[in-house]
């Protein structure tokens, strides 16, 4: 029988090494090219005469639709490969998240598959979000009003 720190040793022999350093590197950047480019689409559509409220939510709507067609293709995973958690940048990660689960169910139909299972990966965030803006809304209110 193995024990316990036989397996760890095993474990820690199988495993691959991890490129901390570059995978950091390239999280950083590649979330912040994201980034770069949603203030490129915003400062366009502000130089074009967008109302800035306006060009803040075209600017979403832009990234989100980008995020979708390049999952839709398969370039966001090539992407992310390389990247890491720099594809993770909010708004683009979650529409990669939706999208990606839409795509894996869309041959089980459109009720029962995509409309079932497109917030398989999204819903925990979606759930988790809207409690924490619950109980931080709460504690706004309580020291606002206290």
Known sequence: MITKEQYEKMSKRAAPSSAVARNTAMAFLTGGLICTVGQ???????FYGTPETEARTWTSVILVVLSAL????????KLAKHAGAGTLVPIT???????S?????????FVLGVG???FTIAGPVILYGTAACVIYGVFYYLMINI
Do not use: Q
């Open 116 to 118: 079932a299972k497109i």
């Open 101 to 109: 689960s839409a795509i894996e169910a869309r041959s089980e139909g």
């Open 93 to 99: 990660g979650f529409s990669n998240a939706v999208s």
């Open 70 to 77: 390049l999952t839709g293709t398969g370039i966001y995973e």
């Open 40 to 46: 490129g689409i915003f400062s366009l559509l502000s």
